[in-house]
């Protein structure tokens, strides 16, 4: 029984679309999981004596070693249950065809969660805990103890994996969870607050008391029963499998009739946003990165301001690139009709332009706090917005024309994991977004000054938006040559 | 109103529609019909320019559809699903149909209330999304958008397909009205003899992607087209073996086996 639950596994996942593309994004994906894969051998491998050395500097405080990597676990644990959110697949997704054959529910619950326990989020700390574990061994650690600590964070990695099943179907815990880790991330960095202080004792409890590794185990499998029946009990067609159906909300948006024209399209796009739980993570997510220049603040980047260029084409782009890289597969899912009805491309582009257009001013609005960390900053983030509004924009519908992957508006997997996103030609395009500005900054800033540099890049931007229609004219025709292309891709289904 | 001439459609060099010349003249009301694979829907995507032609070209009204863009304002279709938007109510999605073909919302709500006896009550008005409407449902709504704004020409595709009988009698009231109309010309598949003959005025059988029988309808079609599938069924029947043996030699056949 469970070889058949095995083959139909192999099938399904060699037969998947995402594994019939072509061969180089193939061993680029290879390539990055074994990088992943080494990389954690490595931080497993050598982060004792990396840790040792930081202690002995005084960069960082802590007793030993074991003890620096006992406070920031906290962090490992909460990146890693984000991480699980986001990429991993919930088991009821292929249960269907299997309900009315001749296995038992309870066998069905079993394997489904059997396999979330195979999955990829729980080989990857393997691979961190086990040649640590090693390494404490050979330091001369109690081996007892050791194996104790060992099991608990296996305990603990089980544990999140079965929470996820449930976060899964809880849509309303994640945004508020995601913010706590920020908050939290963000009072540690600047010192306001430690929650590792409080996180550090409960792990060091597992290895001080070699018999309390049971406490994380028995969690996990207290989960895992609680799983289990609950997913038993959601084994109907009209309980878990059901899909949610909200009651439709239906908002005047005759406000935006003052767009003329693209009006049609633009309060469809809001719609879009609104009652699409992809579409609108997405939105959300772009207005995260308002605080991604927070990561360039630290004393390692001062004095180079390319990097505030940098930044300040993320915290004001973040919606930008996120949402408008993806046009126009966010219409995917009914592509025919927009492609067989009275639609003018260039409208139906405008549209999705001006919603970036009033998404960057937006995050440029929320930028300004960082008028408070320096002026230099908020020119850089002015100067930014400009180039984004005036010359990103275009450029990021031109790379969307190459995007032919289809999105389940429905559904949030695959929001970080979409790999047919990636081709040399979107790939090549991020030249012009992201490091054009940068070249330009210095190309001015060098030879005059920072001013210069700035009031440079916020001119190109101009310059864009001068040169829109025609930049949109080349747009219309790339769009018009993978018409054909772009249907049948759309039309091809996981 | 619409002249196919030498198209042809491969994919990797099998060849799905093979159509020499075919003229639909304006007003008429043609039906297609044919096995799976037979080359309907492959026809009407290259119609409405879904998909390209590995040679010849369809004109609609004097403008060639992978040229010119200009069909789409008085061509309306309903193919499959991703003609529908699923994040929409149904009078959204009518709405924003409308506003396309440039009708405000009172005409569309008029439009839509005339229709009230299609949905039985069902699909409008329900606070629902079109992606959590039942098929039927969804089917209905798709159908009745394509009428929005007089369109000169109708492609369905399967519309009886998934619909329930009160439905489906009101559908064939409603293709018989355009049928009637001499403006419009209507383009309808089915795998429902009964249904397709009663509605249109010409039938068009398509197999593996040539025109076999292409007929002005009479009493005799329906006849004509069941005898034709018949054959059809019949010449692929599993071939059947005289058996002639004797109880005594299976005996020993199975004997023999053990």
Partial sequence: MFKKFLNLEWKSFVRSA?????????????????????????????????????????????????????????????IDLLVRYFMQKMPVTNIKPLLYLPFTKGKIVKYALGKTVLSFFNVLPAFFFIPFSTVLLIEGYSPLCVISWHLAMLGITLSLNF??????????????????????????????????????????????????????????????????????????????????????????????????????????????????????????????????????????????????????????????????????????????????????????????????????ALSFVLCSFYLFVGVDWWFAMFAAAIYNIGFNSSVVLLSGAYVKTPIDLTSNKKAFGDSKAFNVKTLLLTIPKLLLPVIIYYAFAWPFNETAGFVAIAVTGVLGLLLRNRIFGLIENIYKQEKYDTIAAYAQKD | MITINNLKKAYDGNLVLDIEHLEIETGQAIGLVGNNGAGKTTLF?????????????????????????????????????????????????????????????????????????????????????????????????????????????????????????????????????LADDPEVTVLVSSHDLIHVTEVTKRIVLLEKGRVVKDMTKDSGTFAQLEEYFIGISEAHAPVEVAITATDGEVNDVLAEEQ
Avoid at chain 1, 53 to 74: C, G, S, Y
Avoid at chain 1, 337 to 342: A, H, K, T, V, W
């Fill in chain 2, 45 to 177: 995507s290259l119609l409405l320019d879904l998909i390209q032609a590995t040679t010849g070209h369809i004109t609609s009204n004097g403008v060639q559809v992978n040229e010119s863009e200009d069909w789409k304002p008085f061509t309306s279709a309903f193919v499959d699903e991703s003609f529908l938007i699923g994040y929409l109510t149904p009078e959204e999605y009518f709405y924003f149909i409308g506003e396309l073909r440039g009708l405000n919302k009172a005409d569309v709500d008029a439009l839509v209330a005339s229709y009230s006896d299609f949905f039985n009550g069902e699909a409008v008005g329900q606070n629902k999304y079109l992606r959590d409407l039942s098929k039927g449902n969804q089917k209905k709504i798709g159908i009745i958008a394509t009428l929005i704004g007089n369109p000169k020409v109708v492609i369905l595709d399967e519309p009886f397909a998934n619909l329930d009988p009160s439905t489906q009698i009101r559908l064939k009231k409603i293709i018989k009205q």
């Fill in chain 1, 163 to 360: 929470l996820n099943v449930f976060l899964n179907n809880v849509d309303k815990v994640f945004y508020p969870v995601l913010a706590v880790f920020v908050i939290a991330g963000l009072a540690q960095y600047y010192g306001y607050f430690d929650i590792t202080v409080y996180t550090q004792p409960v792990f060091a409890f597992f290895y001080n008391h070699a018999w309390s590794f049971i406490i994380p185990l028995m969690l996990a499998a207290y989960a895992c029963w609680v799983a289990y029946h609950y997913f038993l009990k959601q084994l109907y067609l009209d309980a878990g499998l059901a899909t949610a159906v909200k009651e439709a909300k239906t908002e005047d948006l005759s406000f935006l009739d003052r767009f003329g024209n693209i009006a049609v399209y633009l309060k469809n796009d809001i719609k879009l946003i609104k009652r699409n739980k992809r579409a609108r993570s997405t939105f959300i997510m772009g207005f995260f990165f308002v605080a991604y220049g927070v990561f360039f603040m630290s004393d390692l980047y001062d004095g180079i301001n390319g990097m505030k260029v940098f930044a300040g084409l993320f915290c004001t782009g973040g919606f930008l690139f996120t949402f408008g890289g993806l046009v126009p597969s966010w219409d995917s899912s009914y592509y025919k009709l927009m492609m067989s009805q009275n639609i003018p491309y260039k409208d139906f582009l405008l549209s999705k332009w001006w919603l970036m257009i009033i998404a960057t």
């Fill in chain 1, 18 to 78: 995402a594994f019939k593309q072509n061969l180089a994004v193939k061993i680029l994906i290879g390539f990055f999981a074994i990088i992943i894969l080494a990389e954690m051998l490595g931080a497993g491998a050598f982060a004792y004596h990396i840790l040792r050395k930081l202690i002995e500097k005084d960069i960082l405080h802590a007793a030993n070693p074991f003890a620096a990597v006992n406070k920031f676990l906290i962090y490992w644990f909460a």
